[in-house]
């Protein structure tokens, strides 16, 4: 998993637990991190954020990446990496200007880029159903 937001990626990791028995989730917190774990290993799944931070720490993480997911994707399909995965998102819209997009539309974007790899988008929100959307995707896995 690559998610920033250790709440977020503690609740994820729990949910994968119940849903697989497993206790077997790996996580980076950056996009720097995210990259490195996954090129340097083989995996079955990957969950990700697609707004990251570029680097590791508390301080100074250095610059933001509204689409680092996005990036790792198409670093890890350069690399003929590519593995199944599902986006889980806390945000409405993402990114600034001209590249800001929509939930549906980044959800639109990667299942059209990815037909054979993206199982699913899912909306992290506390009130809504991503345990349920979650749980569908990671069966269907």
């Not at 994820?12 to 077997?24: E, V």
């Not at 697609?50 to 680092?68: A, L, T, V, Y």
């Not at 959800?107 to 349920?132: A, E, I, M, N």
Request: hydrophobic share 35%; glycine share 8%; with cysteine.
């Amino acid at each position: 998993m690559v998610e920033d937001d250790s709440r977020k990626s503690d609740q994820i990791k729990d949910a994968i637990d119940n849903l697989t028995g497993s206790k077997g989730v790996n996580v980076a917190d950056s996009w720097q991190s995210g990259l490195l774990m996954l090129k340097s290993d083989e995996w079955d799944f990957l969950v990700l954020d697609i707004s990251i931070p570029q680097f590791s720490g508390k301080g100074d993480e250095g610059r933001f990446r509204h689409f680092g997911g996005m990036e790792i994707l198409e670093e890890l399909e350069r690399v003929e990496k590519l593995i199944p995965f599902v986006v889980i998102t806390g945000f409405d819209e993402i990114g600034h200007g001209e590249d800001k997009k929509s939930f549906n539309e980044l959800k639109s974007d990667l299942l059209r880029q990815y037909p054979s790899f993206c199982r699913g988008v899912v909306r992290f929100k506390p009130s809504s159903t991503w345990r349920h959307e979650l749980s569908l995707v990671m069966e269907a896995f």
